[in-house]
């Protein structure tokens, strides 16, 4: 099996599990009267939109260039990214609202009921398969190489904590029960900030590719490097550098002696081009600008 398509099951098999929680959840979370399980059950739900975005999404980004997008297709992902992270973030703070507002009943000596054992199974069996999942994922990423997926089983097993969090209100509100049932909301708001934080990190990277952001200035100093140590170039100015999907453009203007041939420049730009290409990706956007070095 190619790597691509193996990358892709994997994703297909964190997929199906994805969805399998958000069913075992829902019923656990609503039939248990839990609001720290919907909140669970609403992060597998927001991980199942995100893995089926990205193996949806990934081949249209994938699509070579064409007449009408001569940059490729990367940004369909970006911009699936962007609304998936609005979407998220709009379900953190409806989550975070719903708990407030049960803990402001309560503090007004509103009854909060136990969560059923349901919930508590539910939590219990979310954090084992996401274990499972964490070590299948990272043990694929590691061995296909590919950064992706490794970022996935990381995912998972932030995932397997979001549940520990919901474990540990629903176990606490069961087994204290009283006052204690107060619990269960107060980890729905856990689970809650910490969707926020899902939501940020997918927002964040999003918004700026969509702003044309630069490269990170590390990046943008290996670029200059690999100018500054091709024999004959010299003075890179004008560097504009930002991402395009999963490729990264580059522009930059670089000053040779003008007393050589035409074929001879070309030459040393072609072989920075090459570097670069192999340094940030073959498919990466490279433009050198030649102009001939000033007199002092
Ligand atoms: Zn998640
Ligand atoms: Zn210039």
Redesign the pocket.
């Known amino acids: 099996m190619d790597r691509a398509k193996e990358i892709s099951r994997v994703t297909v098999v964190g997929g199906i599990v994805n969805l399998l929680l958000v069913g075992l959840k829902f019923v656990a979370g609503l039939a248990g009267r839990s609001s720290a399980m919907i909140a669970d059950a609403v ?2 739900l ?2 199942f939109i ?1 893995d089926v975005v990205v193996l949806v999404f990934v081949g249209i980004s994938a699509k070579p260039q064409d007449s009408s997008h001569d940059y490729g297709h990367g940004k369909f992902e970006t911009i699936a990214t962007f609304f998936i992270g609005l979407a998220l973030a709009a379900a953190a703070v409806g989550i975070v609202v719903s708990a407030a507002t049960k803990l402001a009943g309560w503090l007004q000596g509103e009854d909060i009921p136990a969560p059923g054992t349901l919930a508590l199974w539910a939590a219990l069996i979310s954090i084992i398969v996401k274990e499972i999942l964490f070590q299948y994922t990272s043990r694929k990423g590691k061995k296909l190489e590919s950064q992706a997926l490794i970022a996935n089983a990381w ?2 097993r ?2 397997a904590l ?1 549940s520990i969090g919901a474990a540990i209100g629903i176990g606490g509100a069961i087994i204290l029960s009283n006052r204690w049932t107060v619990l269960d909301p107060l980890a729905s708001i856990v689970v809650g900030a910490m969707l926020v934080k ?1 939501a940020w990190d997918l927002l964040g990277p999003a918004i700026g590719e969509l702003t044309d952001k630069s490269l990170p200035e590390d990046a943008e100093n290996e670029i200059l490097n690999i100018i500054g140590s091709e024999p004959g170039v010299s003075q890179p100015h004008n560097l504009r550098t930002r991402r395009i999907g999963n490729r990264v453009a580059i522009e930059v203007h670089v000053r040779m002696d003008g007393s050589q041939t035409l074929a001879q420049a070309h030459e040393s730009a072609s072989h920075i081009e090459k570097q670069l290409k192999e340094r940030f990706g073959a498919d990466s956007h490279v433009t050198i600008h030649m102009e001939p070095v000033k007199e002092a």
Do not use: A, I, L
Request: negative net charge.
């Open positions: 992060h597998s927001s991980d995100t995912h998972h932030s995932d979001s899902v």
